[in-house]
């Protein structure tokens, strides 16, 4: 499974924008990049996905650079209701449909 | 989004007792399955795969024998965590989704084993 690289950690505030980096420099063509973010004793909740172009959806917006090797999730205006887990995975659309999770980035959103 | 739902969503059991943990999608058809353990401070790491009516595809460390899965309708995954230990204790959380769309995860199941 191609694997994918986040900070530790990152601390916004509230109403503010905060952008999410996440790197994959092993992408394979017929990856899609998902993010899914865990708030605490809670399963992990869908954010957004894409294959190569910009996306967006209500919740976010991703933003995948042209080469496909490194990815952005975008929270236009964080609440604290989005402090949470965000995972970057790559998902083979050929393969076997299964998300590997790695460490993922701890948001911290400061009121 | 879609909903997956598992239950219970705690429990308690003596140590040497089985416990099965169901997961259910109460919208779609779910064709694939998945199975995740984590604790505490940790990621989730995936366990096993699941397709409707086929054995599950356990990952590399995982002993089915002790986690038995089973996928009998398109609705419905079992997880029976077999003869419990202390070291068995977790959040154990389940994942569905409907051929190649984007999978949608349940509240999970934290298992105390004492």
């Known amino acids: 499974d191609a694997k994918t690289t986040q900070p530790n950690s990152m601390e916004s505030n509230e109403e503010e924008p905060v952008h999410l980096p996440c790197n994959h420099s092993?992408?394979?063509?017929?990856?899609?990049i998902h993010w899914y973010r865990q708030l605490p004793s809670q399963g992990p909740e869908y954010v957004i996905h894409?294959?190569?172009s910009n996306v967006n959806n209500r919740m976010a917006s991703l933003a995948i650079a042209e080469d496909r090797k490194s990815s952005t999730l975008i929270l236009h205006r964080a609440t604290l209701r989005d402090a949470a887990v965000y995972y970057c995975?790559?998902?083979?659309?050929?393969?076997?449909?299964?998300?590997?999770f790695g460490q993922g980035t701890r948001l911290t959103i400061n009121p | 989004g879609a909903v997956v739902s598992q239950h219970p969503s705690w429990v308690i059991c003596k140590s040497g007792t089985s416990v099965k943990i169901e997961c259910r999608s109460l919208?779609?058809?779910?064709?694939?399955m998945f199975w995740y353990r984590q604790f505490p401070k940790q990621s989730l790491m995936l366990m096993a795969t699941?397709?409707?009516?086929?054995?599950?595809?356990?990952e590399q460390g995982v002993e089915k024998d002790k986690f038995l899965i089973n996928h009998a309708s398109l609705t419905l995954s079992t997880l029976t965590v077999t003869s419990a230990h202390p070291e068995d204790s977790s959040f154990y959380i389940c994942?569905?989704?409907?051929?190649?769309?984007?999978?949608?995860f349940g509240q999970g199941t934290r298992l105390t084993v004492v």
């Open positions: 092993t992408i394979s063509g017929t990856d899609y």
């Open positions: 995975i790559l998902r083979d659309i050929q393969g076997a449909q299964k998300l590997v």
């Open positions: 699941s397709n409707e009516g086929s054995k599950a595809t356990y």
């Open positions: 894409g294959l190569t």
């Open positions: 919208d779609f058809q779910a064709t694939t």
């Open positions: 994942s569905a989704q409907q051929g190649r769309t984007e999978a949608f």
